[in-house]
């Protein structure tokens, strides 16, 4: 029954849904030094203090392109990292390939969210004598990017994502 109603409200241009979840099972609440992969993917909890954060910066969503050639504008839906730009044009009167053509990113079409990145740090008084708290990045988008600054005391609430750096040449993963 709420997906339905969301989906309704979705269909809405003038409406913009931001759905919070409170009250989350203990089950799904972590101290930051206990996360482990089994909880890649899943919904978790981890309580904490903001240690820094970024400015907030626009991501683009849903980027706008046009091809060059016959004009047709169309929509790709864009991940985390670069902007992933078309191929070839969608139009069945066209679809000339991106080598023959160029696709010109329209941004006042495209569709944007705000982002921004957070560390939180283990709080330090539920450490045992002489450990370091730990850390862990977090991702706000939306309409909480801007909200929290180094020193609030937050309870966050996500997914938990795993995200592959190179440092030196060498791999490694990072939880946010």
């Given at each position: 029954?709420i ?14 849904i ?11 609440k ?10 890649v ?5 981890v309580?904490?203090?903001i240690r820094?954060?970024?400015?907030v910066?626009?991501?683009?969503l849903n980027?706008?392109?046009e091809?060059s ?10 991940g ?6 078309p191929?070839r044009?969608?139009?069945e009167k ?8 160029r696709?010109?990113?329209i941004?006042?079409?495209?569709v944007?969210v705000?982002?921004?990145?957070i ?6 008084e ?6 370091q708290?730990l850390?862990m990045a ?8 801007g909200?929290?600054f180094p020193?609030?005391r937050?309870?966050?609430d ?6 592959q ?12």
């Amino acid at each position: 029954k709420i997906r339905e109603r969301i989906n309704y409200w979705k269909e809405k241009d003038s409406v913009k849904i931001n759905l919070r979840i409170i009250d989350l099972p203990e089950d799904i609440k972590f101290e930051i030094r206990n996360i482990r992969s089994p909880e890649v993917g899943k919904l978790i909890s981890v309580t904490g203090i903001i240690r820094k954060n970024t400015e907030v910066l626009p991501r683009i969503l849903n980027a706008c392109f046009e091809c060059s050639v016959c004009g047709h504008r169309f929509y790709i839906s864009q991940g985390k990292g670069r902007v992933e730009e078309p191929t070839r044009c969608p139009s069945e009167k066209c679809g000339i390939e991106k080598g023959k053509a160029r696709f010109k990113l329209i941004t006042s079409d495209s569709v944007f969210v705000d982002t921004q990145k957070i560390e939180i740090q283990e709080n330090p008084e539920n450490l045992g004598g002489g450990a370091q708290p730990l850390r862990m990045a977090a991702i706000l988008e939306d309409d909480i990017s801007g909200k929290l600054f180094p020193g609030d005391r937050v309870t966050l609430d996500g997914i938990l994502m795993a995200d592959q750096k190179m440092n030196a040449g060498t791999p490694l993963t990072e939880f946010s």
